[in-house]
């Protein structure tokens, strides 16, 4: 169990289009889910934190009409890239942490998107 | 404030011998601590955990990890590389709050040479 999904695996877009990513918890509900942006040979950086029926939480530096994040079910995710530039150009995960009652609910990753922006 | 260090850019170590790629954090607190690995182009996977209770954690793939309260540290090990290890492997530490957040050390790159 504990599955993540993302779609598209990869994805290949013009300069100033948007681009949707979906991530789903295929087998659990999660109430919790995170999305994530990885350079080359960089660490994951956190962008934001999205909590089932609210807004989403950014972090600092991260531009949230930039990345517009959905998080309108417990099981969906969506991360839409907007107006993208080669910039934005980039591998994104995302995880999910289970619905509990434990003091700390894992997270668990998906398998990551590549983006490129021509 | 919770941070994770990862020392080494990378790490390479012939097949068969011992293995550990090195991991300090700094945490208010009880750390909850943590090792992925991931393969070009793809996503993270779990290798394992420290929450609570002894201080050596056994994880997947026979990797394991030594929590060391004294040195801050928590280092990634295994008895036998092998050449399937290869991989990128983060450490990271869960930030005191709500929503479960972590933070990744910056990645160690393993290079087991046959």
């Known amino acids: 169990g504990a599955v993540v999904s993302q779609h598209p695996s990869w994805v290949i877009c013009k300069s100033g289009t948007s681009v949707k990513i979906e991530c789903r918890s295929l087998?659990?509900?999660?109430?919790?889910m995170f999305w994530y942006r990885q350079f080359p040979k960089q660490s994951l950086m956190l962008m934001a934190t999205?909590?089932?029926?609210?807004?989403?939480?950014?972090e600092q530096g991260v531009e949230k009409d930039k990345f517009l994040i959905n998080h309108a079910s417990l099981t969906l995710s969506t991360l839409t890239v907007t107006s993208a530039h080669p910039e934005d150009s980039s591998f994104y995960i995302c995880?999910?942490?289970?619905?509990?009652?434990?003091?700390?609910?894992?997270?668990?990753f998906g398998p990551g998107t590549r983006l490129t922006v021509l | 404030a919770q941070s994770v260090a990862q020392p080494e850019d990378q790490v390479n170590v012939a097949e068969g011998n011992p293995l550990t790629v090195k991991c300090t954090y700094s945490?208010?607190?009880?750390?909850?601590l943590f090792w992925y690995v991931q393969y070009p182009n793809r996503g993270l996977q779990f290798l394992l955990k420290y929450i609570t209770g002894d201080n050596l954690v056994k994880g997947s793939y026979g990797f394991e990890a030594e929590f060391n309260k004294s040195q801050t540290s928590f280092h990634l090990k295994k008895p036998s590389a092998l050449v399937s290890d290869s991989a990128l492997y983060f450490c990271a530490v869960r930030v005191l709050r709500g929503d479960d957040k972590i933070i990744f050390g910056k990645g160690t790159r393993l290079h087991i040479l046959p």
């Open positions: 995880s999910a942490s289970r619905s509990g009652g434990s003091s700390y609910n894992e997270q668990f």
């Open positions: 945490v208010s607190g009880n750390p909850y």
């Open positions: 087998d659990f509900q999660a109430t919790t």
């Open positions: 999205s909590n089932e029926g609210s807004k989403a939480t950014y």
